[in-house]
């Protein structure tokens, strides 16, 4: 059995490994093309008031709000597949694979988040970060 690593890095997935703010504004810009201003605005009302509820950002627990209050809305399943299939590796900040194998010379490198328990860690896969890494959330 190998002793214990000296050192562990910790590094948050959000605003640090992948540029979030441009995959929120990405999906503002998603959201304000398919459904319209109006829905738009109320998807980020619910957004905002779910996230000051739970504490953490939770674009799909926003999306099923929304869809409580507007079931038939025809949008809904292209808004899911928007947010489930965004391609996150191409918000990756520059050099955060190269700096997450640099770190891998020197100790166990874990990618932690606060968000959601579903969006979150397709958002890790998804992105290239979970090869050789150690996803928490």
Do not use: C
Request: aromatic share 10%.
């Amino acid at each position: 059995m190998a002793a214990p690593s000296p050192v562990v890095f910790l590094l948050d997935v959000d605003n640090t490994l992948i540029d979030n703010d441009r995959v929120a504004a990405d999906l503002r810009r998603y959201l304000r093309r398919e459904v319209g201003p109006e829905p738009e605005a109320r998807y980020w009302a619910i957004f905002e008031d779910l996230r000051a509820e739970l504490g953490y950002a939770d674009y799909l627990g926003a999306l099923q709000r929304y869809r409580v209050e507007h079931p038939r809305d025809p949008h809904l399943l292209a808004v899911s597949a928007f947010l489930v299939n965004y391609p996150f590796a191409n918000r990756l900040f520059p050099g955060s694979l190269d700096v997450l194998e640099h770190l891998a010379a020197f100790g166990p490198t874990v990618i932690l988040s606060d968000g959601d328990v579903v969006f979150q860690p397709r958002k890790v896969e998804r992105s290239g970060l979970f090869d050789g890494s150690t996803a928490a959330s």
